[in-house]
């Protein structure tokens, strides 16, 4: 960590917490070995004090905990967890989930605790009448919640009324220069910012596209604007340069990611207006490779077909942002196309239980018509037969 400085700090309005303005979003934690108590450490060790992880982030709370307790670093950092709301069926479900979720973070109290995902202001009000409103009230009494929230994925017009129906402290929001407006968007922004909340910002990178998934042509918008920083610097900078915003969650997939992100944290300064510019012309490339929104969060999986949806689009995405050929090699490698038992969108059985998990509203059994007018032709599932035959016997 030598050289990289401790982050920016910014106030959470209600509380008055000094919270980093880098937050560690913990829903991709690196799948094996001790890396993710590497990224954890180095957050920390930059300044980070504000971890976001949820009930259904594959165990990443259990990780966050153990990792705390093993480094005695609980009081060092505010933990911010979720309710799966969609899995709660009855009051009681609220105490369970709960309860878990203290046991995995060994911890017996949570800072920040929102209503996961909520996806429409009717599927708020499903949760409200099973007592929810009752239940955070016993929960802030015992002192087991600190401050609640909710993260949103739902309409721009859901938006406003979801801050108007409650007291909330603060908010999650999906937010980048691309996405702009986009869900609750700058005007949501905005209006939770006047209530008082403080707003926290989840897909700053959309999932990696901005950072690694560039076309060329806008890398080297960026790079001429200023050859010292990356695109993901830049998509950071564009979000603390809104003074709404108090913490940005980056999900951090090493150590030198969590570095690199946190040295940008440190070096923030304000943009000047004419360089705001440089973003329409990327926005501009970007949006012309960017044809399937999917931020490959997983929310859809697992698919009965065993179909890995994120993985099809990321392709398809690269055939476009890159070039053809990649987005066909990443395609054929992800369905095992010469394996004996390739996996192919064309198994879909159109069942529709990916399109109600998306947090991104794609019409997934639509798209797929698209992608397999791309990569799965008559003419290349023929050739891919004969590799098959000819690989396996
Ligand atoms: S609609 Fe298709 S891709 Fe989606 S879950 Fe069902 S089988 Fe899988
Ligand atoms: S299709 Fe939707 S739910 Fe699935 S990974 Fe992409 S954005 Fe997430």
């Known amino acids: 960590m030598n050289g990289v400085g401790r982050v920016q700090y910014r106030v959470d309005k209600k509380s008055g917490n000094k919270l980093s303005a880098l937050g560690l979003g913990c829903m991709r934690f690196p799948p094996v070995g001790q890396e993710a108590e590497r990224v954890i450490l180095a957050a920390i060790n930059g300044g980070v004090n504000y971890f976001d992880t949820a009930y259904i982030y594959p165990n990443s709370e259990k990780t966050l905990g ?4 093993k480094h005695n670093l609980r009081e060092s950092v505010f933990i911010a967890t979720k309710m799966p709301i969609s899995m709660c069926k009855k009051y009681e479900d609220f105490d369970r989930f709960f309860d878990e979720q203290l046991r995995r973070l060994q911890t017996d109290f949570v800072d920040y605790y929102l209503m996961h ?7 708020w009000e499903t949760i409200r009448n099973l007592g929810i409103e009752k239940w955070i009230a016993q929960k802030k009494e015992t002192g087991q919640i600190k401050h609640v929230g909710f993260s949103f994925h739902g309409s721009g017009d859901d938006f406003p009324k ?5 007291d909330w402290e603060f908010c999650l929001i999906q937010y980048n220069y691309y996405d702009e407006n986009y869900q609750a968007g700058k005007n949501g922004l905005r209006l939770a910012a006047e209530k008082g909340l403080s707003v926290m910002v989840m897909e700053p990178l959309l999932g990696g596209r901005l950072a690694t998934g560039l076309p060329k042509k806008a890398v080297d918008v960026f790079a001429k604007a200023n050859p010292e920083k990356t695109p993901a610097n830049w998509a950071l900078d564009w979000l603390w340069n809104h003074p709404e915003i108090t913490v940005v969650l980056s999900g951090m997939s090493s150590a030198k990611i969590a570095e690199e992100n946190i040295r940008a944290a440190t070096k923030f300064i304000p943009f000047e207006e004419n360089e705001l510019a440089v973003f329409s012309d990327v926005k501009n490339i970007f949006a012309e490779s960017f044809k399937v929104k999917c931020t490959g969060c997983n929310y859809c999986l697992p698919c009965p077909k065993d179909i890995n949806i994120p993985a099809r689009f990321a392709a398809y995405n690269a055939s476009y942002a890159q070039n053809y050929f990649a987005g066909v090699f990443m395609y054929f490698v992800g369905m095992g196309a010469i394996s004996p038992n390739p996996i192919s969108i ?3 059985t159109s069942c529709g239980k990916c399109e109600k998990a998306c947090p991104q509203n794609i019409p997934i059994r639509t798209e797929f018509k698209k992608v397999a007018r791309r990569f799965e032709s008559l003419p290349m599932r023929a050739a891919l037969k004969m590799l098959r035959l000819f690989k396996n016997g």
Do not use: A, G, I, P
């Open 66 to 69: 153990s990792v705390l307790k």
């Open 117 to 123: 995902n909520v996806l429409s202001f009717s599927q």
């Open 162 to 166: 979801m801050l108007d129906t409650y």
């Open 346 to 348: 064309r198994s879909c």
